[in-house]
């Protein structure tokens, strides 16, 4: 096993190393709003008033523009 902690940023808790990054957005209540992926793909969560996610948005980069993906849960609507 390598000798490195693996708080360092280079080397994950399995001690593999890191080469990609997620990165997290939260509401202030703790509901997640957003997903950045490192490939540039941006993932929106929407909530209603119960905090029950209902809508997902996704963008993704391709060579020639942006694309968006909606998901709207089935138990959205009532």
Known sequence: MPETDWRDAQYDML?????ETVR???????????TILSDGEVQNYFYNLHDQLVKLEIFKKTARKKRRLTATMPWADG
């Open 15 to 19: 001690h593999l190393p890191v080469t």
């Open 24 to 34: 997290y957005r939260y509401e202030f209540n703790g509901n997640r709003a957003a």
